[in-house]
T-cell receptor
């Protein structure tokens, strides 16, 4: 079974703080993704990575950056958290046949 | 118009009912079709995956793809309260670089 873990299930941060969300997968998959999920807006792609040290912007990269120093680990960074970044953040890894496998999610609240 | 349309619901059914969840799409290049189940405050879980047209069955779940109508369905037989969740459809095309396009999700409630 594919296992995708995320560093925190719930996180509360203050406006202006730098926030790190970490995702780890155990299947040696090359492709990893970060999404945010909001009511009425669905899943929106923030960034994705095809390989170590490679990254591509998704649909809503503003205010975010990513880091992929090791194949199994993909980090999402909020440089200066704002209240409009309060959301559910989901990491996913690509499996076979185009399907993606998701982690449990991190519910981030920015006060 | 969104590329993938999905009725948000909520869809409320009694236990034991047959449930039909649907998505329509506009991009004829889509070849791979997936259904995810997402429980409240959890990540989406891959439920069914199909390639191109046709049916696929797994236990109480049947996924159906009609590419000529650009319409996909998920049927749940003998629905259980534990099936209460949000169901997301997702799809992708060849050369899409493993990118998925998601529907907005349908919330299903199965009442005992």
């Amino acid at each position: 079974d594919v296992k995708v873990t995320q560093s925190s299930r719930y996180l509360v941060k203050r406006t202006g703080e730098k926030v790190f969300l970490e995702c780890v997968q155990d299947m040696d998959h090359e492709n990893m993704f970060w999404y945010r999920q909001d009511p009425g807006l669905g899943l929106r792609l923030i960034y994705f990575s095809y390989d170590v040290k490679m990254k591509e912007k998704g649909d809503i990269p503003e205010g975010y950056s990513v880091s992929r120093e090791k194949k199994e680990r993909f980090s999402l960074i909020l440089e200066s958290a704002s209240t409009n970044q309060t959301s559910m953040y989901l990491c996913a890894t690509y499996g076979s046949g185009m399907a993606q496998y998701f982690g449990p999610g991190t519910r981030l609240t920015v006060l | 118009q969104k590329e993938v349309e999905q009725d948000p619901g909520p869809l409320s059914v009694p236990e034991g009912a047959i449930v039909s969840l649907n998505c329509t799409y506009s991009n004829s290049a889509f070849q791979y079709f997936m259904w995810y189940r997402q429980y409240s405050r959890k990540g989406p879980e891959l439920l069914m995956y199909t390639y191109s047209s046709g049916n696929k069955e797994d236990g109480r779940f049947t996924a159906q793809v009609d590419k000529s109508s650009k319409y996909i369905s998920l049927f749940i037989r003998d629905s259980q309260p534990s099936d209460s969740a949000t169901y997301l459809c997702a799809m992708s095309g060849l050369g899409a670089g493993n990118m998925l396009t998601f529907g907005g999700g349908t919330r299903l409630m199965v009442k005992p």
